[in-house]
């Protein structure tokens, strides 16, 4: 039955309740508020951002510095700010949504609340990684992955498709973040390639085998790194974000990355993107805001300050990881991962979330 736009903003607005564990990596848990950057003048766009201020001010600064442009920044988890939008509607003051993952971006975008981005824009990004009719364009991508500790488990002992691990080997041992936007845009990927009862299957598998529980993937990457928990479902990027913080390599970490093979949906790659509202779609510096985000500059900061993978040709990608191109992932397409109520529910039900 079709949802309405009121019924989806308060499923949307209860999905945040789900989501307050997210962390701050990679468009995770925030703290509220609005920083901003300093400007010589009066030129100004608001965004209401799911990624967290920790890893995008210092890029919204560096757009401040060089443009001019002052940048007010609403931070909340990226639920929180699509369940924002969805309930402010056309009255919205955000001129820009700069989200955590694809599925965020396409339950506003079917509200009809963003405007199309020009054809010179979209055609700086493959089409896999914005959205069919032009209204939202991913910015930088990641890729799901399984850590592991090997002193745990040997890469011979693992799982060669993320559905193993509801075999009963694996109970105890795995860490999963239910709460989490990209565990979320996971589970949705499930069911848009598998189909609703797989997903409800892989879910009821992973509960019964007594995963570990965390409020994000932060977490868990650090409690496999000390050999707390043998393996866990995250994005690839935290292992980057932890050495940087700890001023080690990613190499040197216990921690490591296992890719799933043969478009395997544990290797879902998806976009942390923006979409333009409706009130700011001929707003010259809100396109100069996009453009910025999808330059060489705003293309590094990603893949050598957050670790993720530039999705515009010519910027290199993270050293420690394959190149984006050489990775198989599934041929889910990201437009078909806007299904968040369902996918809460679905987590919900299988005891996952309370």
């Known amino acids: ?36 950057g300093s400007a010589p003048n009066d030129k100004k766009i608001t965004v209401y951002s799911g990624r967290s201020e920790t ?10 510095q060089q443009t001019g442009i002052k940048v007010e920044t609403r931070y909340a988890n990226t639920a929180q700010m699509a369940a924002q939008l969805l309930e402010e509607g056309d009255k919205s003051p955000a001129d820009v949504f700069l989200a955590q993952d694809a599925g965020a971006l396409g339950a506003v975008n079917k509200k009809a609340l ?7 824009t979209l ?10 009719d032009g209204k939202w364009i991913g910015v930088s991508a990641r890729a799901r992955v399984l850590t592991y ?75 496999v790194d000390a050999g707390k928990i ?39 790659v998806n976009v942390a993107g923006v979409g333009v509202l409706n009130r700011a779609a001929q707003d010259a510096d809100v396109r100069s805001f996009v453009d910025y985000l999808l330059g060489t500059e705003g293309q590094k900061y990603f893949a050598e300050q957050t670790f993720e993978y530039p999705v515009v040709a010519g910027v290199a990608g993270p050293a420690y990881v394959p190149a984006l191109n050489e ?4 041929p889910v397409n990201l437009n078909d991962l806007d299904g968040l109520q369902g996918t809460i529910a679905l987590i919900k039900e299988s005891g996952l979330t309370p």
Request: proline letters at 7%; aromatic letters at 6%.
């Open 55 to 64: 890893l995008v001010k210092p890029l919204l600064e560096k757009f401040t």
């Open 327 to 330: 990775l198989t992932a599934p």
């Open 149 to 223: 500790n090997p002193d745990l488990v040997s890469a011979a002992e693992l799982p060669k498709s993320v559905f193993e691990l509801t075999d009963p080997k694996w109970k105890g041992k795995i860490g999963v973040a239910p709460t989490n936007a990209s565990f979320q845009a996971f589970v949705t990927a499930i069911t848009v390639q598998h189909g609703e009862a797989k997903a409800r299957e892989f879910l009821k598998g992973l509960k019964a085998n007594e995963p570990q529980i965390r409020d994000g993937n932060v977490p868990i990457v650090e409690d």
């Open 114 to 120: 963003f405007a199309a981005l020009p054809a010179e």
């Open 123 to 132: 055609n700086k990004v493959p089409q896999t990684y914005r959205a069919q």
């Open 230 to 268: 043998a393996v866990g479902l995250v994005n690839h990027y935290y292992i980057g974000e932890i050495a940087k913080e700890r001023g080690v390599t990613p190499e040197s970490l216990k921690a490591k990355l296992h890719f799933f093979g043969n478009g395997d949906i544990g290797s879902l």
């Open 1 to 36: 039955m079709p949802i309405s736009p009121l019924k989806g903003a308060l499923a949307l607005a209860a999905a945040t309740t789900l989501a307050l564990g997210l962390t701050a990596c990679g468009g995770d848990g925030e703290s509220g508020g609005v920083a901003a």
